[in-house]
């Protein structure tokens, strides 16, 4: 089992930043990709950007590419979402999610997800 807590998250201005630290615990070695997904109030759950764990390889969703980085310290066991250029359309539950096994980096079929933490951007 993989344990994920979300933090960071909170209100901020448009076209401020936000960074979100994902940690992961519990059978961590087992790690191939974390990724993060988002979902605003009435829509789908949306990829964000996935990066792999061991090999530092990342996929970014079009929308998010330029403003969103992610990152991992394998060290911490954590992997970050640096938010830059925030919208108001950025507003959303973020989730950090881990997978176990190799997949394509944006399949929602992640197989531990965290409980997720609320950003707001005020315009």
């Known amino acids: 089992q993989v344990q994920l807590v979300e933090s960071g998250g909170g209100l901020v201005q448009a076209g401020g930043s936000l960074t979100l630290p994902c940690a992961a615990s519990?059978?961590?070695?087992?790690?191939?990709?974390m990724g993060w997904f988002r979902q605003a109030p009435g829509k789908e759950r949306e990829f964000v950007a996935a990066?792999?764990?061991?090999?530092?390889?990342?996929d970014y969703a079009d929308s998010m590419k330029g403003r969103f980085t992610i990152a991992r310290s394998n060290a911490k066991n954590t992997v970050y979402l640096q938010m830059n250029s925030l919208k108001s359309e950025d507003t959303a539950v973020y989730y950090c999610?881990?997978?176990?096994?190799?997949?394509?980096?944006?399949?929602?079929?992640?197989?531990?997800w965290g409980q997720g933490t609320q950003v707001t951007v005020s315009s």
């Open positions: 999610a881990a997978r176990t096994y190799r997949a394509t980096m944006r399949d929602y079929n992640y197989n531990f």
């Open positions: 990066i792999s764990w061991t090999g530092g390889s990342t």
């Open positions: 519990g059978r961590t070695s087992s790690i191939v990709t």
